[in-house]
């Protein structure tokens, strides 16, 4: 076996050597980069957690957990602190509830009439655009919802009260950001369902809606429902237009016309400056940031298992 | 599959049915409507402000107090440094996990199966995130580079690992066993296998992937908030430990700025951040368009 | 369909080109009228400063193209923080060095130096709808002071507009803060807390300027570049209704919120000729500079003082 590759081999790779001792070590070698190249995920979610729970355990030792978990005053950079994080969670909740309500049912609708209704052609046209535009970056919703969206379309056009900084235009434009993304995945798995299906529904006489609703619906679940959560953790994750559009001010309450201050925006608005490593304020950005991860990694894993408890396996 | 219609061969005998049928029909091709109208308006309402303010001035100058000066050239020039760090960091580590994975780990070892979970739950951890740990790893903690251009590079290669990963093993995977099994016959190591035949026929996927990963980088704003330099630069950057100021971060300065001026040049910098966009989309496609092998 | 592929791809290839070429085109840090000076200025501190510094970093860098400076907004205390850690060259400050700022600064080892730059009121801002002309120090107190619960502007005083009060204004890092609740509330840091806060006065300016209830106070630079969307109201600190003009804050009439500006420099800074030339051009060119910020300059006097001070503190520094 020996003598044989290496007369084969010798053309070609001299550089390596000929011993088959020193080829299996070069090998061993590059396998070993390579495990060392996978390890640095590994390293980035350790450092990631580390990052975060380490401050988190120093901000406790400062702010009691129970007063951060129940507290419903969150005014941590004032002469006399509150640290009660709800409002916070109360800011992405409510704006996460406004994009969702408005991303699911338009963004299932067109999965829905593009995997049934649309002609091939058109379908071939607006898929590939529906996938640009889940790429557009989030600046640019943030530009529109301040400059457009609530000065001429909520205010102008529906001469709604609310304030400049408002939950309702963030909620509606970080709906219209993560709609493309519901509606391409979620056609994905609609187009994925066998033609089989849908034909026999066909001969025993549905229409091409109750073909839709009881017949490739279902049958696509698991795959929707991977895309609503795959939606859901992009908006409770999205700083940039909670921060531009919502304003700073933590608040109580679903009064969508006012000002709500998001997780992701306190981050931002409070890491922009430069506060000095191992202050308060330094750690309530680790605190808030922990929360965050555990909640959007909660919501991950919970899609995982409920896409592969649902999931219809075909031939 | 059928050459008639099924819709239109069964016959429909009620009249409310027709209806029902009709308005379930508009009413999801309404939202399609809507989707694409509301996307529609956007875009229009950015190109109308931005595309007047893009010109040569524009991309030349720096940023400025007054508002008919002000230019992207730092923030252009810095986004180009943080793309070419991203790069130079996700390509080989990028590949080589996905070669790792999908080459040689045993996907029955508890580690493997680790790895590979682990890269699914990074792909969905918030942007912010990544700020926070580039904040705590790279600007200040253990490496305390600062609020450089090689933190900021690497923060966001960190953030789109899981993408060029995701990507490359598809890559990796479309490529068929025969192909690896024939090299194997003929007497190369693994290494060798993946090294001349693999790799090679997986390229295209490889560098697909890379791009897309590049574009989503590219428009990151949060990461950049947190790891970014001071809200005022105006001189490009000259090397890795130096400050730096980015197309989102400048985006999103300017439109902090209350003076009507400002939200049209933040308009015209979105213009040129779209432009690059499309350009690497268009690489892309043009790449898995001309590379594509049928095997 | 493979031509109009090619033909998207060369589209596409063209505009990436034509941005690199223009930057390419232009020097970024080789010659062309420099005067020699290289390296960098790290600037840092107040939000009201910054126009000032933002506007003399852009005329000198025009001038060096070798120098290049980063200013930052982090607050006048942040950026006292920073400064005593020895992390910047030049601190911008809307008020002066604190007790604890200065032990720090001794305790990190930093010598430095104050040298006044300009003259700041601050204006107190109402949306263009919310006719208030005019608001005491008392007035003031009661709306802003820690356990204020006015909810409504004619709370205060039924001659007041009905109106619900939307406040805006600097968050605690900032010297403005740091003056305003002092000033009018008696207590530095006392404040109410239902108010949207920022280091960034341009957030302030949109703010108010989009809220029919808006009411909020920054420096007096920020009003004049947003006149259009604002309505100034004057202050009566008990000798009358006092509108802030240049004048009034120049020559300090405009009480009791009328204070200079400061830059706190670093010995060990003005020891680089840099750092040395970019005070000087500050202090040198104030009217030029300042008009540029749209910032109250220094009068002739303060003027001469400060550039004394500047060469004084260079004289130390060697």
Redesign the interface.
């Known amino acids: 076996m020996e003598a044989a590759s290496t007369t084969i081999a010798a053309g070609g790779v001299e550089a390596l050597g000929l011993g088959a001792t020193r080829r299996r070590h070069g090998e061993r070698l590059i396998r070993l980069a390579l495990f060392g190249a996978a390890a640095v995920s590994i390293l980035t979610t350790v450092g990631i957690v580390a990052s975060l729970l380490g401050e988190t355990v120093r901000f406790f030792r400062e702010v009691p957990v129970v007063d951060f978990l129940t507290g419903t005053?969150w005014?941590p950079?004032?002469?006399?602190p509150k640290f009660g994080v709800l409002p916070l969670v109360n800011g992405t909740l409510l704006i996460s509830a406004i994009a969702l309500l408005v991303a699911i049912p338009l963004g299932l609708g067109a999965a829905v009439y593009l995997s049934e209704y649309a002609r091939p052609g058109v379908r071939r046209v607006v898929k590939p655009t529906l996938e640009i535009l889940a790429g557009v970056p989030t600046v640019v919703f943030g530009f529109f919802a301040l400059t457009f969206f609530?000065?001429d379309v909520l205010r102008g056009v529906f001469g709604l009260?609310i304030?400049?900084?408002n939950a309702l235009s963030a909620g509606i434009v970080m709906g219209i950001m993560v709609l493309p993304t519901i509606a391409s995945i979620s056609e994905d798995a609609m187009t994925a369902v066998p033609g089989a299906l849908r034909e026999g529904a066909y001969g025993l006489g549905a229409s091409r809606r109750q073909v839709s609703v009881r017949v490739v619906f279902p049958a696509a679940l698991s795959g929707i429902v991977a895309a609503v959560v795959l939606g859901a953790s992009r908006v409770v994750g999205e700083t940039v237009i909670a921060l531009i559009a919502a304003?700073?001010?933590p608040n109580t309450g679903i009064r969508v016309g006012e000002?709500y201050e998001t997780m992701t925006a306190f981050i931002a608005?409070t890491g922009?400056?430069?506060?000095?490593t191992g202050s308060l304020e330094y750690k309530t950005i680790f605190a808030v940031g922990m929360l965050l991860f555990v909640s959007t990694l909660l919501l991950n894993l919970l899609s995982i298992r409920f896409v592969r408890r649902f999931r219809e396996v075909y031939e | 599959m059928s050459a008639v219609d099924p819709v239109a061969a069964i016959p429909h005998s009620r009249r409310g049915d027709r209806w029902r049928e009709h308005g379930f029909r508009i009413a999801l091709l309404s939202c399609l409507g809507i989707a694409i109208g509301m996307l529609g308006v956007l875009l229009y309402e950015v190109g109308k402000d931005g595309l007047g303010a893009v010109n040569?001035d524009f991309?030349?100058s720096?940023a400025?107090?007054?508002p008919q000066r002000a230019g992207i050239?730092a923030a252009?020039?810095g986004t180009?440094w943080l793309m070419a760090v991203c790069i130079v960091f996700i390509v080989p580590v990028g590949v080589a996990s996905a070669v790792y994975l999908e080459e040689y780990a045993d996907s029955r070892r508890w580690w493997n199966r680790l790895i590979e979970v682990n890269i699914q739950n990074l792909a969905a951890v918030p942007s912010i995130v990544y700020g926070i740990l580039g904040l705590a790893f790279l600007v200040r903690g253990p490496l305390s580079l600062g609020r450089v251009v090689l933190a900021g590079g690497l923060t966001l290669g960190l953030l789109v690992l899981p993408v060029v990963i995701i990507a490359s093993r598809e890559a990796i995977r479309a490529v068929p066993t025969s192909i690896r099994e024939g090299a194997m016959a003929l007497g190369a190591t693994q290494w060798q296998t993946i090294s001349r035949q693999v790799l090679p026929a997986a390229v295209p996927g490889m560098a697909t992937g890379t791009i897309l990963a590049l574009s989503r980088a590219i428009g990151e704003t949060a990461p950049l908030i947190l790891v970014g330099?001071?809200?005022?630069?105006?001189?490009?950057p000259?090397g890795l430990t130096?400050?730096f100021t980015a197309l989102p971060l400048q985006i999103f300065s300017w439109l902090?700025?209350?003076?009507a001026e400002f939200k049209t040049r933040a308009a015209g910098a979105i213009v040129?951040l779209f432009?690059?966009l499309?350009?690497m989309n268009?690489?892309a496609?043009?790449l898995r368009?001309r590379f594509e092998r049928k095997w | 369909m493979r031509s109009t592929?090619?033909a998207?791809?060369l589209v596409?290839?063209g505009?990436?080109g034509?941005?690199?070429a223009?930057?390419g085109?232009?020097d970024?840090?080789g010659g062309g009228g420099g005067s020699g000076l290289s390296g960098k200025v790290?600037v840092?501190g107040s939000s009201t400063v910054?126009?000032l510094?933002?506007?003399a970093?852009?005329q000198f860098?025009a001038a060096n193209k070798d120098v290049?400076?980063?200013?930052?907004?982090?607050?006048t205390g942040?950026g006292f923080?920073?400064f005593c850690?020895g992390e910047t060259d030049v601190s911008d400050a809307s008020r002066p060095i604190e007790p604890e700022e200065i032990a720090a600064c001794k305790k990190g080892g930093v010598t430095y130096g104050e040298v006044q730059v300009a003259n700041d009121g601050i204006a107190i801002v109402t949306n263009k709808d919310l006719k208030i002309d005019c608001l005491t120090t008392g007035q003031l107190k009661q709306l802003w002071s820690?356990d204020s619960k006015i909810s409504n502007y004619n709370q205060i005083d039924p001659s007041l507009p009905d109106a619900k009060v939307?406040l805006f204004g600097p968050?605690?890092?900032s010297g403005t803060f740091d003056f305003f609740t002092e000033t009018i509330n008696g207590e530095k840091?006392?404040?109410r807390?239902?108010?949207?806060?920022?280091?960034?006065d341009?957030?302030t300016?949109?703010?108010v300027?989009?809220?029919?209830g808006g009411l909020g106070y920054f420096g007096f630079s920020y009003f004049e570049?947003?006149q259009d969307?604002l309505n100034l109201v004057a202050v009566d600190g008990g000798q009358g209704c006092k509108a802030p003009t240049r004048d009034d804050i120049q020559n300090g009439t405009y009480k009791p919120l009328a204070r200079p500006l400061f830059m706190y420099a670093s010995s060990k800074a003005l020891a680089r000729p840099e750092v040395k030339a970019f005070l000087e051009q500050v202090v040198n060119d104030n009217q030029a500079v300042a008009d540029?910020?749209q910032i109250v300059p220094l009068t002739s006097a303060q003027a001469a003082t400060s550039k004394q001070a500047l060469s004084d503190l260079e004289a130390k520094a060697g």
């Open positions: 005053e005014s950079l004032f002469s006399d609530t000065p009260d304030q400049i900084f304003g700073s001010l000002s608005a922009k400056g430069d506060i000095p | 040569a991309l030349t720096f400025s107090a007054n050239q252009l020039m180009l330099a001071a809200t005022f630069v105006a001189f490009n000259s130096d400050s902090s700025q209350p003076q040129v432009a690059l499309l350009a268009a690489v496609i043009w368009n | 592929r090619i998207l791809v596409a290839c505009a990436l034509l941005g690199v223009a930057c085109g232009n970024s840090g790290t840092d910054f126009p510094a933002q506007a970093a852009e860098q290049q400076i980063t200013v930052g907004e982090s607050g942040g923080e920073k850690a820690k939307s968050g605690t890092d840091g006392n404040t807390k239902d108010y949207q806060p920022s280091e960034d341009n957030v300016v949109q703010g300027a989009g809220d029919k570049a947003n969307k540029a910020a």
